[in-house]
Nanobody, 124 residues
Framework: QLQLVESGGGLVQPGGSLRLSCTAS????????IAWFRQAPGKEREGISC????????HYNDGMEGRFTISNDGAENTVYLQINSLKPEDTATYYC?????????????????WGQGTQVTVSS
């Protein structure tokens, strides 16, 4: 059983940055694809980026490349999401999720495990 725990969210002013962490336990992330999603109130869950843990290959959903950077720390079984130039519309709960398989996906139904989410609020 894989457990995922997100951290690093908080209240930040527009233009600021955050680094979110997704730490896995229970299983090694080798062989898994890890993705970051977000969900704002009243909106559908939206995929941001995927990372293939074995080789670190990354993929970004349309419109997400530039301010978002996904990366991993193999020694810590952790995947990060760096968010720069934060905007009020980035306010959402951010989730990480894990799926088996090498191909990127932004369909939440493809993911087997989810974290509990971390809240990001962008406001002055």
């Amino acid at each position: 059983q894989l457990q995922l725990v997100e951290s690093g969210g908080g209240l930040v002013q527009p233009g600021g940055s955050l680094r979110l962490s997704c730490t896995a336990s229970g299983l090694s992330l080798d062989g898994w694809g890890i993705a970051w999603f977000r969900q704002a109130p009243g909106k559908e869950r939206e995929g941001i980026s995927c990372l293939r843990y074995n080789d670190g290959a990354t993929h970004y959903n349309d419109g997400m490349e530039g301010r978002f950077t996904i990366s991993n720390d193999g020694a810590e079984n952790t995947v990060y999401l760096q968010i720069n130039s934060l905007k009020p519309e980035d306010t959402a709960t951010y989730y990480c999720a894990a799926m088996e398989g090498p191909e990127p996906s932004y369909n939440p139904l493809d993911y087997d495990y989810w974290g509990q989410g971390t809240q990001v609020t962008v406001s002055s």
